[in-house]
C-alpha cells in the first residue's frame, strides 16, 4: 500500500533528450526513449542512496550554484568508481537534472522522492556533532572539512556544529586520523557504560554495546580504522555513508593492568617491534610523519627480541581462520552469523544498542593455551589494519565484527627474515608463511614476562638522560670530546655495556647502529593503537560489535 502511494510515473528531460522515469518502492530510474519510441539505456538509483533532491538547476562543487527554474528539479545520489590500489570503491556525487513539461508535476516529483527518503531512511543522521584534529596528518582537516564534507551534509539537509577540541562527548563525526577515532571511541563507550551501571575494569563482564554511531572523515597520516571499514580513505566516500546513515559494527579489544582497564583497541596491540618504533618515534615529533620511517629503520637496525608468555583463549576454528584466505567484505557472512552467538539473549524483537545487555558472559571461560619464547613481536588486531601503504595490512583475514581478534606472534630469528616478514605486509605474499611467525584467532590474551626475567619500567629516568645524551652526540659529533659531555656518554656505554649480557649469561645481540639503539633490557612497551602503555604485564578481551561506525564495509568491485 505505501509502496503504491509512492509510484510516480512520466516523461522528462535530461538537456534534450526524452527518459521515462519511474519511482517505485525502493529505486527511482529512468530510461532513455529515443525518436521511435524505443527504450535505451537505464539508469537505476536506490532510494538509500539518494542524497537529496533540490528544486532548479543545482551545483554543490567546486562551488555552490543555484538557477531557480519552475520545471527543473535536480537530483543527487551516489556514483562509485574504482580508484588506485584501494580495496574498495569510491564515491563521488552523481547529479543529473530533470526538465518536467509542468511546475505542478516537478513539485509532485520532488515531493515524492523526498517522502521516499523519510520512509526508507529512517536511519539517517540529522544533526552531527563534528570534531575536527587541526593538527593530524598533513593538517589539513579544517580545509578538508569544509571544502567537502560540508557542503555536502548542507545537500542532505544534515545540521552540524564543528569543535576543535575534545570538551564533552555527544557527538559522532571525527575529522582527523586514528589517534582522534582513538579518543572518540574511548569517550563514546566510557560514557555508555556509566550509563548502564557496568564496571569497565571487569574484565569478565560483557560492555553495553554503544548506541551512538561514529562517523570518520580521513585526515590523518595512515587512517587505518577508515581504509579497513571503507576500503578506501577518501574524504567524500566517508562523507557519503555518513549522509544515507549505513551502519557497521565493529569488534573492541579492551585491554587490562591488573585490575584496571587502561586502553581500548581496534587496530592493534603491539609488543616488541612496534611498541619500540612508536617509543623511539616519539623522540622525533619534529619530523612529521615522517618519523615513523625513520624510526622504523632505526629500531630495525637494533635486531633486538624480547623474552615472553602468551597466554591466549582460542576461538572456535570452525568458523573461521586467520589463514583460510577470505576478506570480510560488505555484507559479510561471517560477521552477520556471529550476531546470534555473540548475544545469545538478544530480543531481536528490540534493538540491541538501546537495551541493556545481560551481564553473564563465558567468553573467557575455556582451555587456554599458553606460549614462551623470545619475539621479534607479539601483535593483537580486531581488523585487519589495512591501509595504502600495507593494502593487505598485519591480518588480511581478520573479521570486522565476528568477536574475534588474531594474534600474530613472530619469532626471534634473523634480520633478513624479519625483513622478509615486514615486506610482504606491502605485496601480495603471505606474511604468515614463514617458520618463525605463527597466527591465531582469539578471544582474549594474556601477556607477561617468563618467570625469571626482570620486569623492568617503561623508561628509567637515568637511562631516558643517558638516551639524551647519546643523541644529542649524534646530533652534534663535536661535543663527543667537550668537558661536559665526554664523562657522562662514556659512563653511558659503560653502563649499557655491562647490562649487554643477561642474568643468565647469555649474550644479548649485537647492535648494528651505535649509541643510539644500544639499550638492550628485558621488556619493550606496548603500542596501544598509537599510544604507549608503560606495563609489560596486560590482559586483552574482546568485545564483540561494541560500536557502530557509519560504514558498510569493503564494497567488492566485482560485484557491484
Known sequence: MESESMRVESSLWIGSKRYRAFLSGWFFSWTEIDKRNREKKTTSVPVSEVIGVKEGRVEVQPQKKVEDTD??????????????????????????????????????????????????????????????????????????????????????????????????????????????????????????????????????????????????IPAGST????????????????????????????????????????????????????????????????????????????????????????????????????????????????????????????????????????????????EWVTVEGRFKCVSLTCISSSCPRSPKGLSPSAHLADGTADLILVRDTNPVGFLTYLHRHTNKEDQFDLPFVEVHRVKAVRFSLPPGEEDEDYVDETEDDQEGTAERVLEEPGKLYSSTTAAPFQQSLAGLKERATSPSGVKRPNFVCGACCSKPRSG?????????????????????????LFARGIEDSAGV
Open 71 to 216: 520545471l527543473d528539479f535536480t537530483l543527487f545520489y551516489v556514483k562509485r568508481n574504482n580508484r588506485g590500489n584501494s580495496q574498495g570503491l569510491s564515491w563521488t556525487v552523481g547529479r543529473t537534472q530533470f526538465c518536467c513539461p509542468s511546475q505542478g508535476l516537478r513539485d509532485q516529483w520532488i515531493t515524492q522522492l523526498q517522502t521516499a527518503l523519510k520512509t526508507h531512511c529512517p536511519s539517517r543522521p540529522h544533526r552531527l556533532l563534528v570534531f575536527i584534529n587541526p593538527f593530524g596528518g598533513k593538517k589539513r582537516g579544517k580545509q578538508i572539512f569544509h571544502s567537502l564534507v560540508a557542503p555536502l551534509f548542507e545537500l542532505a539537509g544534515i545540521s552540524s556544529h564543528v569543535v576543535g577540541e575534545i570538551l564533552r562527548l555527544c557527538l559522532v563525526i571525527c575529522v582527523g586520523g586514528d589517534g582522534m577515532f582513538s579518543e572518540l571511541l574511548h569517550g563514546v563507550i566510557g560514557r555508555t557504560q556509566q550509563e548502564a551501571g557496568i564496571s569497565e575494569h571487569d574484565l569478565t563482564v560483557m560492555l553495553q554495546p554503544c548506541d551512538l554511531h561514529i562517523g570518520v
Open 223 to 366: 587512517d587505518c580504522v577508515c581504509f579497513t571499514t571503507v576500503g578506501i580513505n577518501d574524504p567524500v566516500t566517508s562523507a557519503l555513508h555518513i549522509i544515507i546513515g549505513d551502519s557497521q559494527p565493529l569488534d573492541v579489544c579492551s585491554v587490562h593492568y591488573q585490575s584496571t582497564q587502561v586502553r581500548y583497541s581496534v587496530s592493534m596491540v603491539g609488543y616488541g617491534f612496534y611498541g619500540d618504533v612508536l617509543e623511539e618515534s616519539e623522540r622525533h615529533r619534529w619530523m612529521g610523519p615522517l618519523r615513523y620511517d625513520y624510526s622504523g629503520c632505526m629500531v630495525y637496525l637494533c635486531n633486538r627480541s624480547y623474552p615472553g608468555l602468551v597466554q591466549y583463549l582460542p576461538a572456535d576454528s570452525q568458523i573461521s581462520s586467520p589463514r583460510d584466505r577470505s576478506r570480510c567484505l560488505s555484507g559479510c557472512r561471517v560477521c552477520s552469523e556471529s550476531k546470534q552467538s555473540l548475544f545469545p539473549h538478544f530480543d531481536s524483537s528490540s534493538s540491541l544498542y538501546s537495551s541493556i545487555v545481560s551481564q553473564c558472559s563465558s567468553d573467557i571461560e575455556g
Open 524 to 548: 619493550s612497551v606496548w603500542n596501544c593503537d598509537g599510544e604507549i602503555l608503560p606495563h609489560t604485564k596486560i590482559s586483552c578481551r574482546i568485545h564483540g560489535q561494541l560500536v557502530r
